[in-house]
């Protein structure tokens, strides 16, 4: 069994995706955490009753700071941490708790169009107004830098006919929706390796 965490800021999609679809007997979802008090994703956690944590890099009430929730998830055993919407940058005193064990879904192909800034509708008006043919969604491994780690897996989506960039990240969610998944049941089937300096997804 992979526990996991997922990392949420707003709607929460990605994480219904990953409820709905990883299978409960290979990965539990033991806590979902937010920047956010209220957020619809953070709604749909307490319904299906998953722990929820507050966190922040300032003392805050009712926030936990980044070394209680490193000390949290030692407790729990948490094997892979999700950011599914995560708006804050990680600290490096977080990254370093958890080397290779923390992903990111962005909502374009990187190296394009990732980095501060980069995120939400910002990401597809930008690949709109590019001219790009093509977007896609990207998961990949957290360091220290903005959208910098190495790629686990992309799915790329035809754009060539969209008249708005709303349209664009109607088509990348829907993928994002089946990529996350998909690569969370691998990790928890460790099928996941380095190879060469490529990270590979094993059948
Ligand atoms: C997704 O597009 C994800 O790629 C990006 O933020 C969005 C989150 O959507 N990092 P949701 O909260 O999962 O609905």
Do not use: W
Not at 14 to 22: E, P, T
Not at 59 to 88: C, H, M, P, W
Not at 162 to 171: F, T
């Amino acid at each position: 069994m992979l526990n996991i965490a997922v990392f949420v800021s707003g709607r929460g999609s990605n994480l219904k995706a990953i409820y709905q679809k990883v299978p409960k007997e290979k990965v539990n979802i033991c806590a979902v955490v937010s920047d956010r008090k209220d957020c619809p994703a953070i709604n749909f956690a307490l319904e299906k009753n998953i722990p929820v944590f507050f966190v922040s890099i300032n003392q805050k009430e009712n926030f936990i700071t980044y070394s209680d929730l490193i000390r949290e998830f030692r407790k729990l055993e948490i094997g892979l941490i999700v950011l599914a919407g995560f708006l804050k940058k990680i600290p490096d005193e977080f990254v370093d708790a958890f080397e290779n064990k923390i992903i990111n879904i962005h909502p374009a192909l990187l190296p394009s169009f990732g980095g501060k800034g980069m995120y939400g509708m910002n990401v597809h008006n930008a690949v709109f107004n590019s001219s790009a043919k093509v977007s896609g969604a990207t998961i990949h491994f957290v360091d220290k830098i903005y959208d910098n780690g190495k790629i686990i897996a992309q799915r790329a989506v035809d754009i060539e006919d969209v008249n708005s960039p709303e349209e664009i990240a109607e088509r990348v969610l829907k993928i994002e929706h089946e990529l996350l998944p998909f690569v969370i049941e691998k990790f928890a089937d460790n099928k996941i390796v380095v190879v060469n300096n490529r990270v590979k997804i094993l059948d």
